[in-house]
């Protein structure tokens, strides 16, 4: 058996194209285009990396991008006060504070200080308490594990009733990840690095989000015949026959467990290329729903 592969890529292509769709509706209907501010702290190369990739998108979507770049050394007080500013801004739908924050600044205490309504990285206190609760919708949920919901459904996954295991619990990806599959009526269990027996709860599931954030940690050997495999790892390992000395892997062994899943996402190629493209989702919904629409 070889598993279909579920191509990130082309469904986060489908997303972004979607979410353009509605920018060009928002102008013709004579609105303002979205708005999204980016607020990057201290030189950390990844994250600028990363606010870098999302400000194209929103170039390539038609969402106006607000950059604003501190030094490491910006104080909690300072920080506060351009959140602030940008919940108070009504050019800014969305506000994106680029994790993680430099050692002294409280990232907890930051989140929770953005509107709820510009949440579109989906972290503040309410929207994830209303994300466990039965009968409250968050304004908005976090990106990463919103893209693996959609991966799933796009590539014909049935989740309700099904098992479903999530290994691993942050508060980005493992902990929302499990709520959005009980919200879709799967049975699921949270593994991580205290579970007994982990491979045998492994093996049970119809679905597994892996992200434990250890290269090739789940074998072959545990993954259920036919299950729909969502690898969110991103590994970086040795490998002398690239250029670059190094390769990226996910945390399930591919090769592997490629012979036994009914579908698998790659690494790279699989939820990466999901996470900017739900966050510009995220966006548009603002700026709709700061319009009444």
Not at 17 to 46: C, H, Q, W, Y
Not at 245 to 265: K, L, P, Q, S, Y
Request: proline share 6%; glycine share 8%.
């Amino acid at each position: 058996m070889t598993a279909h592969l579920i191509d990130g890529k082309a469904i986060a292509e489908q997303v972004r194209s979607e979410a353009a769709a509605e920018v060009a509706k928002m102008i013709a209907a004579g609105m303002p285009r979205p708005g999204l501010a980016t607020v990057l702290v201290g030189d950390n190369p990844a994250s600028h990396m990363y606010v870098k990739n999302k400000r194209k998108s929103c170039e390539d979507l038609g969402i106006v991008s607000f950059g604003h770049e501190l030094p490491a050394t910006t104080p909690q007080e300072e920080l506060d006060t351009l959140v602030a500013k940008l919940n108070a801004d009504p050019k800014v739908n969305g506000i994106l504070v680029q994790l993680p924050l430099p050692a002294g600044l409280d990232e907890e205490r930051t989140l929770s200080l953005i509107s709820i309504e510009k949440d579109v990285d989906g972290f503040h206190p309410i929207n994830i308490g209303r994300l466990a609760m039965k009968r409250r919708d968050p304004l908005f949920v976090p990106c990463t594990p919103a893209g693996c919901i959609v991966l799933l459904e796009r590539s014909g996954c049935k989740i309700e009733g099904k098992r479903a295991v999530v290994l691993g619990r942050s508060n980005i990806v493992g902990m929302p990840a499990a709520l959005l599959l009980v919200r879709a009526n799967a049975t699921v269990t949270i593994c991580h690095s205290k579970t007994e027996n982990i491979a045998d709860v492994v093996r049970q599931a119809d679905i597994l989000i892996a992200a434990i954030g250890r290269a090739n940690y789940v074998k072959g050997s545990w993954v259920k015949p036919g299950a729909y495999v969502i690898d969110v790892g991103q590994n970086s390992i040795d490998d002398p026959t690239k250029k670059s000395g190094h390769r990226m892997v996910g945390d399930v062994d591919f090769e592997a467990a490629m012979e036994v899943a009914g579908a698998i996402t790659p690494v790279p190629g699989g939820v990466g290329p999901m996470t900017i493209a739900m966050l510009m989702r995220n966006v548009v919904r603002a700026a709709q729903l700061s319009h009444g629409m």
